[in-house]
């Protein structure tokens, strides 16, 4: 079975600096999708950043970035130039690849605090 | 811009009764998903739903539980007889092509 696992429950970062949150995952498969999800305390799940894991490069979507090593079935995200509208608990998920129903597995989250 | 709309956005019952959860899924997405998270918890899926038919569910979602598209355009999440356990945050997600999941805003459940 997949699982997804988040080592850091919690972490912290200054305003305008950089953090990186660690992900790693357990596969046999190989074909699927990787994603991070914000949780705000809104409760409301927000995607920030997907990964397929055919693509060998990194996906960026403006400040975020992951560092995909499908060697190594490991998922980070940097965030950069931290802004206060960050903290949040933020989620890796994996998606199975071909099968469209294939569910997302969720990883325990990491708590983000952002300090001006 | 198209959002998954869920409501209520919290609903408080007593134990032994049944609740309908409400979501209206983002008009053009073809797959839709139930997920809970408890508080504190992770994210755990319950169900997905394609064709007007369950494809997957997973063994929380018991005799309990039950999904219907009863109209084209909302999608609801059954509870039959609730009981404490139940109490978190219902999810409702949707995706146009199985690729991207969008969620709605929740809906806190709380079971007294």
């Known amino acids: 079975a997949q699982t997804v696992t988040q080592s850091q429950p919690e972490m912290s970062v200054q305003e305008a600096e950089t953090v990186t949150l660690s992900c790693t995952y357990d596969t046999s498969e190989s074909d699927y999708y990787l994603f991070w999800y914000k949780q705000p305390p809104s409760r409301q799940m927000i995607l920030v950043i997907r990964q397929e894991a055919y693509k060998q490069q990194n996906a960026t979507e403006n400040r975020f970035s992951v560092n995909f090593q499908k060697a190594a079935k490991s998922f980070s995200l940097k965030i950069s130039d931290s802004q206060l509208g960050d903290a949040a608990m933020y989620f890796c998920a994996y998606r199975r690849g071909p099968r469209n129903t294939d569910k997302l597995i969720f990883g325990t989250g990491t708590r983000l605090q952002v300090f001006p | ?112």
């Open chain 2, 1 to 112: 811009e198209p959002e998954v709309t869920q409501t209520p956005s919290h609903q408080v019952t007593q134990m032994g009764q049944e609740v309908i959860l409400r979501c209206v899924p983002i008009s053009n997405h073809l797959y839709f998903y139930w997920y809970r998270q408890i508080l504190g918890q992770k994210v755990e899926f319950l169900v997905s739903f394609y064709n007007n038919e369950i494809s997957e569910k997973s063994e929380i979602f018991d005799d309990q539980f039950s999904v219907e598209r009863p109209d084209g355009s909302n999608f609801t999440l059954k509870i039959r007889s609730t009981k404490l356990e139940d109490s978190a945050m219902y999810f409702c997600a949707s995706s146009e092509d199985g690729g991207e999941a969008f969620f709605g805003q929740g809906t806190r459940l709380t079971v007294v």
